[in-house]
C-alpha cells in the first residue's frame, strides 16, 4: 500500500520532469548578455544557453560541432545581427537543420533589429577597416536600446509559446520598470563626467558613451579590427594628454599590455570594462554587469579628476 | 521535483499577468512604461514611432532592417598568388596538386569566385567557379562546385545534390583557401588526384540525437570524371601503368559510394576535439570489376582560450591517415603493348599531421609532416613510390581578408633523393566576409 503509493508518487514526479523538461522552451542566444536578457523575459521556464563565453570576443567566436548540436535543438536563437556573428554563425545554422530558427522563423530574433543604429557606413569599403554594413553592432551597451531587444525577445517568445505569453508580457514590464528605475541611478553615477574624455580599445563603447554623455577621443585600433600601430599608439598618446582624457577601457578579449604601455605614457589607467555579464565574479546579470560598468568607470574617473 | 518548482514559478506568474493584463489590451506595455517614468522611455517611443512600429503591438514581427545588405546573393573572391623556387626544376613532379605552386616563379594556381544565398524556403545553394593560371599561363576556369543544401528535412535530415568535394576525412572538402599550408598533403594528393576527390551526385547526411555531435554521412556520387583519380577518372590507369578498360554505369555498385562518420567532443572550456572515420568504395578502370577501396581516419584537436584577442593565441593539431586497396586486372601496359600486367591489389599507405601554433593575434606558426608510401607491385610508378616530407610555414594575416605565407619544403623522394623548395604565397579576398567551419 505505501510502497505502491511510493511508486505511484514516483511515476507522477517521473512523468512531470519529462513533461515539464519538454515543455521548457530551449533558447539559445548568441552571447552572453542576450542570454541574460532572455533569462530576464523568459523567466525560470525557459532553458537559456549561450554560445560564446562572456570572455570570447563576439566577433571572433569558433563554430564548434557542439554548437551545432546546440542549435540544432533550439526552439528559440537570439542573435546580435548588424554582422556581429558573421564569421561563425552561417555554418553552424547551415548545419544545425532547424527550420524553427531559420532566418525568418518565429524562433529567430535578431536583435539589431528596430535599434537605432549609430555608424551606419554610407559606402562598402574595407579599406575603413572590417566596418559593418549595417552599423556598429555594440548597442547592447545602451540599456535603452536594450529595452527594445527586450521587448522583441518577449514579442518572441510569446509567439512561440502563447501559453505563456502574458507571462512573457508580465516579466518584460518588469524588466522597463527596472530598466528605467536602473537607467536613473547609473546617470546619477555617472552625472558628474559628464564630457568626460574617454578611449577605448574597440569601437564597442559607441552606445554607451552616447547614452552616458561620455566622449570618446581615440580609439587604439586605427580602424575596427585592424591591429594597433606604434604611429597610431603615438597619436593618441598626444590626443589623450592634449584632451586630458585619463582612461583607457578595454575587455578581456582585447590587449591589456598595449592599453597598459599607452596609459603608462599617457599619465591613464586602463579600466577592465567587459560588456558580457559573467566576464568579472558577480556579474552574472545584465544589470550586475551594467553596474560594474557604471561603477568601475565612475571610480576610475573620480580616482583621475 | 523539478516538475514541482516549474509549478510554483506558475503560481507566482499568474497573479503578475493579472495585473499586466489589466489595464489595457493594446496598449499595456506602454501604460506600465509611462508608470515607470524616466526620460529614457520617451525616447523608446519616440524611437518606436519613427520606425512605424505601434507600441505594445506584439503582433508585428521581424521588420527589414535599416538597410538590407547584399541582395540575393552573396558574392566572395579570392586569389592566391604563389611565388618560389626548388632545387628540382620540375616542379611538376614535387607538387602534383592542381592548387599547388607550378613552377620556379610565380603562378596563380587557384582564384575562386564563390557565390551563395539561399534559393528558396527550401534550399541553400552555392557554387565555387575557380580561375587557374597554368604553368604556360593558359587561364583555365573549372567549376569547383555547385550545389544545393536543404534547410528543412524532418529527422535532422539534409541533402546536397549537386557538383561539390566529397565529405572524405577533414580536408579534401575544403577550399585552398582554408589550407594551413602553400601546397596540398602528399597522402591526399595521392589518393585524390591533383584536384582532390569531387563529383557529382547527392549527399544525405543525419544528426544523431546524441548529448555530443555526430553526424554519420553518405555521398552516392559519380565515380568517373575529372576529381575521381583512384576511381574511373582519366588519371586512374597511370597509378599501376595498364590500359584503360571502359566500363558504363551498370547499376549502384558503379556508383562511388562514401561513407563518413564524425564526432566531436568539448574536452574542456577551452579545447574541442573532432574525430571522423570515412571510407570510399568505387569501382576502377582497370578491369570489368575491379574495385578500389579507401579508408581514412582524421582527427582535429584545437586549444583557445576563453579570453582569446581576435582568436588568437590557439594551438591546433590535424592528422589524417589513409589505406588504400586497388584491384588492378590482368591487362595490357599502356606504354609497352607486348607486356602484360598480372592481376593484383596494390595497396597505399600514408598520413600527415601538422600543428599550428597561433602566436599571437593574426600570426601563426605551422609544422606538417608527410609521408606516403606504396608497397611493390608488378609495374613501378612515381605515383606510388615512397615520399616523406617536412614543411614549417609562417602566415601573417594583416586582416582575415588578406595574408602572407612563406613555407619551406623538405621532399625526400628515396628513390630520386631530396630536394628543397622555399615558396611564398600571397591570398586577398573581396566581398562577402569568409566564415569558416570548425
Redo the contacts between chains.
Keep these: 500500500m505505501n510502497l505502491h503509493r511510493i511508486a505511484t508518487l514516483a511515476l507522477i514526479?517521473i512523468?512531470?520532469?519529462g513533461?515539464?523538461?519538454a515543455a521548457?522552451l530551449r533558447v539559445v542566444a548568441t552571447t552572453p548578455d542576450l542570454a541574460s536578457l532572455a533569462r530576464e523575459i523568459g523567466?525560470?521556464?525557459v532553458n537559456v544557453t549561450a554560445l560564446a563565453?562572456p570572455?570570447?570576443?563576439p566577433?571572433?567566436v569558433?563554430?564548434?560541432?557542439?554548437h551545432?548540436?546546440t542549435l540544432?535543438r533550439a526552439d528559440v536563437l537570439i542573435e546580435g545581427?548588424?554582422?556581429l556573428e558573421?564569421?561563425?554563425?552561417?555554418?553552424l545554422l547551415?548545419?544545425s537543420?532547424n527550420?524553427r530558427i531559420?532566418?525568418?522563423a518565429?524562433g529567430?530574433i535578431?536583435a539589431?533589429?528596430?535599434v537605432?543604429?549609430l555608424e551606419?557606413p554610407t559606402s562598402f569599403d574595407?579599406s575603413k577597416?572590417?566596418v559593418h554594413?549595417?552599423?556598429n553592432p555594440h548597442f547592447l551597451a545602451d540599456?535603452?536600446s536594450v529595452?527594445?531587444v527586450a521587448?522583441r525577445i518577449?514579442?518572441h517568445l510569446?509567439?512561440v509559446d502563447p501559453r505563456?505569453?502574458?507571462?512573457y508580457?508580465?516579466?518584460?514590464?518588469?524588466f522597463?520598470?527596472r530598466?528605467?528605475?536602473k537607467?536613473?541611478e547609473w546617470q546619477r553615477q555617472l552625472a558628474p563626467f559628464r564630457n568626460a574624455k574617454i578611449v577605448t580599445y574597440h569601437k564597442d563603447f559607441v552606445y554607451f558613451a552616447n547614452r552616458f554623455n561620455l566622449e570618446i577621443v581615440e580609439t587604439l585600433e586605427p580602424k575596427p579590427?585592424?591591429?594597433p600601430s606604434p604611429a597610431h599608439l603615438a597619436k593618441v598618446i598626444g590626443t589623450m594628454k592634449a584632451e586630458n582624457a585619463r582612461v583607457i577601457l578595454v575587455q578581456?578579449?582585447?590587449?591589456r599590455r598595449t592599453a597598459e604601455t599607452v596609459a603608462r605614457q599617457a599619465g591613464a589607467v586602463v579600466l577592465d570594462m567587459p560588456q558580457q555579464p559573467g566576464a568579472r565574479p558577480n556579474t552574472g546579470t545584465y544589470f550586475d554587469m551594467m553596474d560594474y560598468l557604471v561603477t568601475t568607470l565612475a571610480a576610475g574617473l573620480r580616482g583621475q579628476k | 521535483?523539478?516538475?514541482?518548482?516549474?509549478l510554483c514559478?506558475?503560481g507566482l506568474?499568474t497573479p503578475?499577468?493579472a495585473?499586466?493584463?489589466a489595464p489595457q489590451k493594446k496598449d499595456?506595455?506602454a501604460k506600465?512604461?509611462s508608470?515607470?517614468?524616466?526620460d529614457?522611455?520617451a525616447?523608446?517611443h519616440e524611437?518606436?514611432k519613427?520606425?512605424g512600429?505601434p507600441a505594445g503591438d506584439?503582433g508585428?514581427?521581424?521588420?527589414t532592417?535599416?538597410?538590407a545588405?547584399g541582395g540575393y546573393m552573396n558574392i566572395g573572391f579570392v586569389s592566391l598568388t604563389d611565388a618560389g623556387w626548388s632545387t628540382e626544376p620540375d616542379i611538376g613532379s614535387l607538387e602534383r596538386g592542381d592548387h599547388d605552386p607550378q613552377v620556379r616563379g610565380f603562378t596563380i594556381p587557384n582564384t575562386e569566385l564563390a557565390l551563395d544565398g539561399?534559393v528558396d524556403?527550401y534550399f541553400?545553394g552555392f557554387s565555387n567557379i575557380v580561375f587557374k593560371l597554368d604553368k604556360n599561363g593558359e587561364t583555365g576556369v573549372e567549376l569547383e562546385e555547385a550545389f544545393v543544401?536543404?534547410?528543412?528535412?524532418p529527422a535532422?535530415?539534409?541533402l546536397k545534390a549537386g557538383q561539390f568535394f566529397t565529405e572524405f576525412g577533414r580536408q579534401n572538402p575544403q577550399h585552398p583557401h582554408s589550407w594551413a599550408f602553400v601546397d596540398q598533403p602528399l597522402v591526399l594528393n595521392r589518393m585524390f588526384g591533383p584536384d582532390g576527390l569531387r563529383s557529382q551526385g547527392l549527399r544525405v547526411s543525419w544528426?544523431a540525437p546524441?548529448?555530443?555531435?555526430t553526424?554519420a554521412l553518405l555521398s552516392i556520387v559519380n565515380s568517373a570524371g575529372g576529381a575521381t583519380s583512384s576511381f574511373r577518372s582519366e588519371e586512374s590507369p597511370e597509378i599501376h601503368g595498364g590500359r584503360a578498360t571502359e566500363r558504363a554505369v551498370r547499376g549502384l555498385q558503379d556508383m562511388l559510394i562514401v561513407p563518413r562518420l564524425?564526432t566531436?567532443?568539448?574536452l574542456t572550456?577551452t579545447q574541442?576535439l573532432?574525430l571522423g572515420a570515412s571510407a570510399a568504395f568505387g569501382p576502377n578502370n582497370s578491369g570489368s570489376s575491379a574495385r578500389t577501396r579507401i579508408y581514412g581516419v582524421d582527427g582535429y584537436w584545437?586549444w583557445?582560450p576563453?579570453?582569446?584577442?581576435?582568436?588568437f593565441p590557439f594551438i591546433s593539431m590535424q592528422g589524417e591517415a589513409l589505406l588504400r586497396r586497388y584491384d588492378a586486372a590482368e591487362r595490357v601496359s599502356a606504354d609497352v603493348p607486348t607486356v602484360t600486367l598480372p592481376n593484383e591489389t596494390l595497396k597505399d599507405r600514408g598520413a600527415y599531421a601538422q600543428v599550428l601554433w597561433g602566436i599571437k593575434?593574426?600570426i601563426v606558426a605551422g609544422l606538417r609532416g608527410d609521408w606516403a608510401r606504396g608497397d611493390d607491385a608488378s609495374f613501378d610508378s612515381e605515383l606510388r613510390a615512397d615520399r616523406f616530407r617536412v614543411s614549417p610555414n609562417f602566415t601573417w594575416y594583416p586582416?582575415?581578408?588578406s595574408k602572407f605565407r612563406v613555407q619551406y619544403n623538405y621532399d625526400d623522394r628515396k628513390e630520386i633523393g631530396s630536394d628543397h623548395s622555399l615558396w611564398f604565397q600571397f591570398e586577398f579576398l573581396l566581398g562577402a566576409?569568409?566564415?569558416?567551419?570548425?
Excluded: C
Design positions: 514526479a512523468a512531470a520532469t513533461s515539464s523538461a521548457q523567466g525560470n521556464v563565453k570572455t570570447e570576443d566577433h571572433y569558433d563554430a564548434k560541432p557542439s551545432i548540436v540544432n545581427g548588424a554582422e558573421l564569421g561563425w554563425l552561417p555554418p547551415e548545419s537543420r527550420a531559420a532566418a525568418g518565429r529567430r535578431v539589431s533589429t528596430g537605432r543604429m551606419i574595407r577597416g572590417d554594413s549595417l552599423g540599456p535603452v529595452k527594445i521587448r518577449s514579442d510569446a509567439q505563456l505569453a502574458a507571462s508580457k508580465a516579466n518584460l514590464v518588469r522597463n520598470a530598466i528605467d528605475a537607467m536613473a579590427g585592424i591591429a578581456p578579449y582585447q590587449n | 521535483m523539478r516538475g514541482r518548482s516549474i514559478a506558475f506568474i503578475l499577468l495585473q499586466a493584463q499595456s506595455l506600465a512604461d508608470a515607470a517614468r524616466a529614457s522611455i525616447l523608446v524611437l518606436e519613427e520606425l512600429k506584439s508585428a514581427a521581424a521588420q532592417p535599416p538597410h545588405s539561399a524556403p541553400k543544401l536543404t534547410t528543412s528535412l535532422n535530415l539534409q544528426l546524441t548529448p555530443f555531435y553526424e564524425a566531436s567532443f568539448d572550456e574541442t573532432l584545437k583557445k576563453a579570453a582569446a584577442q581576435q582568436g593575434p593574426r586582416t582575415e581578408f566576409h569568409a566564415s569558416h567551419k570548425f
